[in-house]
């Protein structure tokens, strides 16, 4: 097993294909009275927030909790860190206090690889900067698989603000190594440069979504953030959602099978209609249960867990 | 003053003979002259760096004058031209005033001062340019290196205005709203990174546009660190309309790329960012023919702190004094007529450093240095003379070591250590 879960590149098939697999014995504690198994008794996993994400952070909190570890929240917010702490003081810190694992939330990309090199524990990405969110991938994989029965072959687009987005760049290298036949869609402008040539599988690229969902077994919808609007990436909320937005004329191009994900937290009237978050089609809640599922199955593993 | 004998040292490649110091200068046989065993070594005329920052005043536990003196004596080096991104920036006549003393003190070599073209480097007014040109320091060289004077009325001016004194403005060609955030090379790497990026055309918009005010005012412009194939074409396009410009280029954009920020250590983070292999053929190209003029370090040391961080928080720049001669030698071989025009003659001239880059023949100030072609070694931080230890080639083995280094005579490196 690996170490430490940086990118969504640190899986190969079998590794990924593992996780999922876990996922799914996880996910059966869920049905059960008693959510909690002993595994990690007596393991010291700490998240370590450097921006504010509640949601993540609570699935990481409840993925590690319902394996028995003893969990530390260390937000950076009201603590050392904005004393003016360095990166690498903290690490430390940690590292004396015994963590097992760090789950490191972090604004700057690569900040990961960076606390790696100076903590002996695992390392887990919970979205570093732009850069990459690799458990964000894998519960999307898990929820394609549970959904759709397979990622071999599928489909899948993923539409918006792919420059800036720390989830497009893992689900791109998971797909890949998974089989999956990706194609990136938004404005020109938030496409990154080269991306072809950069991720592994090539993903595909358009810039017109309704060319794209008619062979789509899978949508996922990213976050746009208004505020790239007053940066000219695009004119207006408005243009971009009438381009880019996923309405329900639009998801009626979908074949029936199709499904459609948004990793949230969703601008409803923006990227998605409230008409489809809320169809039969969506899995944006079942995304947010897996969540805790492929983080329980990532941390058992890392951790040394014996499946 | 001690006169030398330079046993067996092979001029510029050329066969082994001996070769006599005395008084400063190059001089014929002397019967009592101390020997300096040179079997095997090479000879060049001392090497003169266009662009280092040597920290003092500001932030002295990075470097000062005088460490940063001594890791260019132990690089091969008899002259540097001290950048003026200092604190307080050196942009009047009090400040370059006092870095050029504080060079003349350590006396490790000749730290020639340039002034800032605009008051903080703010980019918004000129500094007093000629207060600095008639200061003792005797300022030619004037730049905001770390920031590019984006402004074109305030470049077109500053280019006019130093005609006056035969000045010269070294551009920091980034052009400041295309680079906004910008960590590395805009391309694949960047992409797969999530690292912001720092787009060739930032580069290439500026010089282009420089080298037209160049021309239309008819003075003389010198462009610091070209990084990008694209720039090198702009250059060759404006060199063969006959503009007066000059360009050089760093020794880490001659050898590395983009692809070592996949370690996210910023140890390789440095503006101009490493650009592509596509790039590094085509500085390397422009330097043999001479689209390039020459090598200069742009030596950026840092404290430990300010690198050992997040990509995103830590400060760009590498040091580079004593690795440069080594990383040419690596790309160009030894080609050494090339070297001592690349990374002596050229430089010196464009400076305006009379005494440096003058051929090694009696009569001429004795500014050389001695080299070992057939060592290698490979480079430890922890070995370096430089206060800082942000160099990108740790662990790396290079071709060549620095044996000796004469200024005006005097030795300020032996056996390959600074003598003071």
Redesign the interface.
């Known amino acids: 097993m690996i170490k430490h879960l940086r990118s969504a590149a640190d899986l190969d098939a079998a590794t990924a294909t593992l996780i999922l697999d876990t996922a799914g014995e996880m996910a059966t504690l869920a049905g059960r009275e008693v959510k909690k198994l002993p595994t990690l008794r007596g393991r010291t996993v700490v998240n370590l927030f450097y921006e504010d994400s509640t949601r993540t952070r609570i699935s990481f909190e409840a993925a590690a909790k319902r394996l028995s570890a003893d969990v530390i929240n260390f937000s950076a917010k009201g603590s050392s860190v904005s004393k003016g702490e360095?990166?690498?003081d903290t690490a430390l810190t940690l590292q004396a206090m015994g963590a097992d694992a760090v789950v490191i939330r972090?604004?700057?990309?690569?900040?990961p690889?960076?606390l790696a090199s100076w903590v002996d524990g695992s390392v887990v990405n919970a979205g570093?900067?732009?850069?990459?969110h690799p458990t964000q991938a894998l519960l999307d994989a898990y929820t394609m698989r549970s959904r759709l029965g397979r990622i071999d072959g599928l489909n899948v687009a993923i539409v918006g603000d792919v420059l800036h987005s720390?989830v497009a760049?893992s689900n791109v290298l998971l797909l890949a190594t998974l089989g999956a036949k990706v194609t990136l869609v938004g404005p020109p402008t938030l496409i990154?440069?080269?991306?072809v040539?950069?991720?592994a599988g090539g993903p595909k690229v358009s810039y017109d979504l309704d060319s794209v969902l008619p062979d789509a077994d899978v949508v996922m919808m990213l976050r746009v953030q208004t505020e790239r609007m007053q940066d000219s990436y695009f004119p207006s909320a408005r243009e971009y959602s009438r381009r880019y937005g996923l309405d329900v004329p639009r998801m009626r191009k979908l074949p029936s099978h199709a499904i459609v994900m948004h990793p949230g937290p969703m601008n409803r009237g923006m990227e998605i209609a409230p008409e489809v978050a809320d169809s039969s089609r969506s899995t944006i809640v079942e995304q947010v249960a897996n969540g805790v599922s492929a983080r329980m199955a990532v941390l058992y593993l890392l951790l040394g867990g014996k499946a | 003053m001690t006169a030398y004998r330079i046993k067996g040292v092979s001029l510029l490649g050329a066969e082994p003979a001996d070769l006599f110091v005395r008084d400063g200068m190059i001089s014929g046989a002397v019967a009592d002259a101390e020997t300096v065993d040179a079997d095997g070594l090479v000879a060049l005329p001392g090497l003169v760096d266009l662009h280092t920052h040597l920290r003092e005043p500001g932030r002295e536990d990075a470097e000062t004058v005088e460490t940063g003196s001594r890791a260019a004596a132990v690089g091969g080096y008899t002259a540097v031209c001290a950048m003026a991104n200092t604190s307080p920036v050196a942009d009047t006549a009090g400040v370059v005033e006092q870095v050029w003393r504080l060079g003349r003190e350590a006396g490790l070599v000749d730290v020639q001062p340039i002034g800032a073209v605009t008051v903080g480097l703010a980019g918004k007014q000129l500094a007093e340019l000629g207060a600095m040109a008639t200061s003792a320091a005797g300022v030619r060289i004037f730049s905001d290196d770390g920031h590019c004077v984006a402004d074109p009325r305030l470049m077109r001016r500053a280019l006019e205005y130093v005609k006056a004194f035969d000045g010269i403005i070294a551009q920091h060609a980034e052009e400041p709203r295309l680079t906004e955030g910008a960590q590395m090379h805009e391309g694949e790497v960047s992409t797969r990174l999530g690292l912001t990026g720092w787009p060739a055309v930032a580069e290439e918009a500026i010089i282009a546009r420089d080298v037209l005010l160049a021309e239309h005012v008819g003075s003389r412009l010198h462009v610091c660190h070209v990084s990008t194939a694209g720039s090198v074409e702009v250059l060759r396009h404006a060199k063969a309309r006959g503009v007066r410009v000059t360009a050089e280029v760093t020794p880490h954009h001659l050898l590395l790329t983009d692809e070592l920020a996949t370690s996210y250590d910023p140890v390789f983070k440095v503006n101009p960012p490493l650009r592509t292999a596509a790039d590094v053929a085509a500085l390397r190209q422009a330097l043999i023919d001479g689209v390039i003029d020459i090598v200069a370090t742009d030596h950026a040391p840092h404290a430990v702190e300010d690198k050992e961080c997040e990509w995103a928080y830590a400060r760009p720049g590498m040091v580079g004094l004593e690795t440069a001669l080594p990383v040419v030698l690596s790309v160009l071989g030894e080609q050494w007529e090339l070297i001592a025009e690349r990374m002596s003659r050229t430089p010196a001239r464009i400076a305006g450093l009379t005494g440096h880059g003058t051929d090694l023949a009696v009569g001429t100030p004795a500014n050389l240095t001695l080299v070992d072609p057939s060592a290698r070694r490979v480079v430890d931080p922890a070995g370096l003379t430089s206060r800082s230890r942000n160099t990108p080639y740790a662990g790396t083995t290079l071709p060549g070591r620095i044996v000796a280094t004469f200024l005006r005579g005097e030795p300020t490196v032996l056996d390959g250590k600074a003598v003071k």
């Open positions: 360095s990166l690498k972090h604004p700057a990309s690569g900040a690889h960076r570093d900067g732009t850069h990459e720390r760049r990154p440069v080269d991306i040539a950069a991720m």
